[in-house]
């Protein structure tokens, strides 16, 4: 059993995740957009106790104006992160470039998202401020993904349709490989694309022939009741 309440305040959306699982009541909270957030778990002793425990939090924070929403169900396995940049400044990462050609890749992938209105941002004035400069051009998605998401692409950081699509395509490799055979001709590696807007419309036919392909695919919801 799982439940999410959320409260919108003036500019920010806080959350609260609460789930019952082998006697154990977990519970997260947070704000939406915002990477820190709260964690704790209580053993009950039974399912039935932790329940009647997660139904009375509910009640009170219903009572405190937080509302009940759909809950995310990520595919198993799935952890919520899509990518981090730090990932990439181990191994084979080439010793002679910059720590920033770590972003470059999901940077360029995050344009796109962001130019199709699939990052989520909620009422994060500050945030929306810097996707409007990736919308006009004023800096690129690598930018934007260093200074603005710490390094680290989120489901949280997406609409639904946005990550049902990132999961099958960014998280199963498949951009990578249209990256790599788009970008990385008579390249060293990935890692030495460069980060600017002409490469970007180089894959964008690409990944839009993948969204639409996908579009008429079979899927299954990211959301369910």
């Known amino acids: 059993m799982k439940i999410r309440l959320e409260k919108k305040n003036r500019v920010t959306t806080d959350f609260i995740e ?8 977990k519970s997260k909270s947070g704000k939406i957009g915002k990477k820190t957030t709260s964690n704790s778990t209580k053993h ?32 198993k396995g799935f952890e919520g992160v ?5 990932w990439h400044f181990r191994g084979d990462f080439p010793k002679e ?12 992938y995050i344009s796109w998202l962001i130019e199709k209105g699939f990052f989520n941002y909620e009422n994060d004035n500050p945030l929306k401020e810097q996707i409007e400069k990736v919308k006009e051009r004023k800096i690129t998605g690598a930018k934007f993904f260093e200074q603005n998401l710490d390094g680290v692409l989120l489901d949280e950081d997406l609409t639904e349709i946005g990550n049902e699509f990132t999961y099958e395509y960014y998280e199963k490799g498949k951009y990578l490989d249209d990256y790599c ?12 694309v460069k980060d600017n807007w002409e490469n970007f419309e180089i894959i964008k036919p690409i990944l839009e022939k993948r ?4 579009e008429k695919s079979e899927k299954s919801p990211w959301l369910e009741e």
Do not use: M
């Not at 470039?97 to 360029?108: E, M």
């Open 181 to 192: 055979d788009c970008l990385c001709e008579d390249l060293p590696s990935l890692y030495h």
């Open 44 to 75: 009950c002793g039974t399912n039935e106790k932790a329940t009647a425990e997660l139904n009375r939090l509910k009640e009170e924070y219903l009572k405190n104006k937080y509302y009940e929403v759909s809950v995310v169900y990520k595919p």
């Open 18 to 25: 609460l789930e019952v699982e082998n006697y154990l009541l």
């Open 211 to 214: 969204f639409h392909k996908w």
């Open 97 to 108: 470039l910059n720590d920033f050609q770590g972003y470059v890749h999901t940077g360029i």
């Open 82 to 86: 899509y990518d981090k940049a730090k």
